[in-house]
């Protein structure tokens, strides 16, 4: 069985930002490979995990192609140049605030370690990129350079661990969270109506680049998003919302990228019932799924998205509560393996 923290923990620590997938795939496919009846890799870097359908389907059912996915990649900071002074000037891969990278420790690829300050003068009021920089220790460009150098991209160094009894914070909840669910629902899926695709998608974070071309190739019937969603339960929220850490997995009814298929919202939310799983419903204002790109791929595929409420997102220190993780799993599970009326 995979264990929630051990594996998102195993897979947060791997530097894969946006476009530069590679390592992660790699561990992902091992995990994912006694699972598996296929795995397979697109140009654009996504790692898709077949596996076929295999409950007497004799009937008149006919299998549904569902596509499920989580990105895989990470939000990072790509070099730029590096000054006389060795300090490296960057731009971003994906949504960065440069309040909340103030004084984060970030690492390279090949292991380099920094920390991102800010210009003297700069006010923290109006800080953008461009007044931030990583310092890696570094006292001339010569130096710098011999360790990092323009489009090397860095990642927040941080750890992976458990505040409370059922939550855990860690770098890069998103995506990588989502990633241990389709793990842990390929595991526990033993029987399945449908042919399932598990899209472990690349570049989400730059624009759900990858669940594009992963739709096209698969042509699926449904996709089903997995991804973390925001939530109104900190003190003096800036866009409320009624989602909040515990209450369950959230059944997306709309974000900025898609007005999820009512079939698929009504079916999860049957499920969810049936199965006494917890739930909410979530509007998302800011921010897009996979989901999005999927139902717009090709003539169309019915979508929708199952989500976990998280904090701090996109910052080095997200949370999210175990208890929503399990059964955000459970319900992605019962949908993927049972009949949907298309
Ligand atoms: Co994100
Ligand atoms: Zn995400």
Known sequence: MFDIFETLARLASVHSPA???????????ELAAPYADEIRTDALGNLIVCRKANAGN?????PKKVMISAHMDSIGMIVTHVDDNGYIRFSNIG????????NVPVRFANGTRGVIAKEGKAEIKELSLGDLYIDIGASSKEEATKKVNIGDVAVYAAETYMVGEKRVVSPYLDDRIAC???LMVLESVKESKNDL???????????TRGSKTAAFGIEPDVGLAVDVTSTGDIPE???PMQCSLG???AIKVMDASLICSPKVVRKLEQLAKEFDIKYQFEVLQRGGTDAGSIQLSRSGAYSGAVSIPTRYIHSPQEMCDLDDVRAAAALVGLYAANELDF
Do not use: H, N
Request: proline share 5%; hydrophobic share 50%; charged share 20%.
């Open 247 to 249: 209450k369950g997995a």
């Open 95 to 102: 949504g960065l605030a440069p309040a909340v990278l103030l």
């Open 58 to 62: 004799e009937g008149s059912y006919d």
């Open 19 to 29: 476009g530069f997938e590679t390592p992660v795939a790699e561990t992902i496919a």
């Open 180 to 182: 241990v669910v389709l």
């Open 237 to 239: 929220v800036d866009v």
């Open 197 to 207: 695709y598990f899209v472990f998608s690349a570049q989400e974070e730059v624009g």
